[in-house]
């Protein structure tokens, strides 16, 4: 995973973060603060530079936990998307044994995801909107750099996010999630993959 979509979040700050080439997978910067991040070659640590040109290596996972204690709720987070929706499930079978199943996705659809307190929302480009409220996902993950969720009516639903990090949507859908559960009184969820469960 590039670090740009690792470190989302500057882990001082909690200011966006951004790479200086794109979208590649060289060092980031934060534009508020301006520190810079690059993977240390001979540790495999991350090198953070701060303004003034002083620098320190850190675990990834330090700086991972760091930023994760800065989150807030956001009124709304919102990037474009392309969808694949599940349209049939087909079994799998090893000596006449179902071991799985696999699913047949529609064609590829653009449009916009956003995703609210209480919902997630995709909008097509042509304006047909899909909204499911976060209470009703089964299943929540991440597979080839995409978001997937499994809404209750069945089926699955992937998210190629081409311009940010599905691993923002990711932590921020199960975050609003573990909130709406605890709030409903339904437990701690341990889990979001294959089906989500509380302790």
Do not use: N
């Not at 996705?105 to 956003?114: A, F, I, Q, T």
């Not at 993950?141 to 997937?148: E, F, M, V």
């Amino acid at each position: 995973m590039p670090l740009v979509d690792l470190l989302y979040r500057c882990p001082f700050c909690g200011a966006d973060t951004a790479s200086a080439e794109g979208r590649g997978p060289k060092g980031i910067r934060c534009p508020v603060c301006e520190r810079t991040y690059t993977m240390a070659r001979a540790s495999g640590e991350v090198m953070v530079r701060d303004r003034s040109g002083a620098q320190a290596e850190f675990r990834i996972t330090e700086l991972v936990d760091r930023m994760e204690g800065l989150r807030e709720m956001t009124h709304a987070l919102e990037s474009p998307a392309v969808a694949r929706f599940a349209l049939r499930e087909w079994p799998v079978r090893y000596r006449k044994a179902v071991i799985g199943f696999y699913e047949e996705r529609g064609p590829k659809v653009s449009g916009m995801l956003r995703l609210e307190e209480q919902v997630i929302r995709f909008t097509e480009t042509a304006g047909k909107a899909h909204e499911w409220r976060l209470l009703d996902l089964t299943a929540v993950h991440t597979a080839s750099a995409a978001i997937q969720i499994s809404p209750l009516g069945g089926g699955l639903v992937s998210f190629h996010l081409p311009d940010d990090s599905p691993r923002r949507w990711e932590d921020e859908l199960k975050w609003r999630i573990r909130l709406l559960w605890e709030g409903e009184g339904r437990g701690e969820i341990r889990e979001f993959q294959p089906r989500i469960r509380a302790v």
